[in-house]
């Protein structure tokens, strides 16, 4: 079982980047994933997730209108499109996999982590 995150970079202040992350040994399909990040010094916290329940999306409140999570259940991978970035943007991208009671706010609820990709937004 293993995610494979991708698709990190350095961009400028309103720009856009989109990550994925590639799932393998398992189907994304059957569980609830999620995008978390973690900034330099900060607190990893939840990002976006798509619910294995009912097929529901949530977003942070700091992410809402910006960024958008979809699944390519073919590809078996996770995509968070994110645009209008700002500089607090600026973290580590992981990508999760948990039960369907998975939420943003327990991260101790997800099973399965990707390695991480670094974003950076700085003019």
């Known amino acids: 079982v293993q995610l494979q995150a991708s698709g990190g970079g350095s961009v400028q202040p309103g720009g856009s980047l989109r990550l994925s992350c590639a799932g393998s040994g398992f189907t994304l399909g059957d569980y609830t994933i999620a995008w978390f990040r973690q900034a330099p010094g900060k607190e990893r916290e939840g990002v976006s997730l798509i619910s294995r329940r009912d097929g529901s999306t949530s977003y942070a409140d700091s992410v809402k209108g910006r960024f958008t999570i979809s699944r390519d259940n073919a590809k078996n991978t996770l995509y968070l499109q994110m645009n209008s970035l700002k500089p607090e943007d600026t973290a580590v991208y992981y990508c999760?996999?948990?039960?369907?009671?998975?939420?943003?706010?327990?991260?101790?609820?997800?099973?399965?982590w990707g390695q991480g990709t670094l974003v950076t937004v700085s003019s």
């Open positions: 999760a996999a948990g039960p369907p009671w998975a939420t943003l706010t327990r991260l101790n609820s997800f099973l399965y």
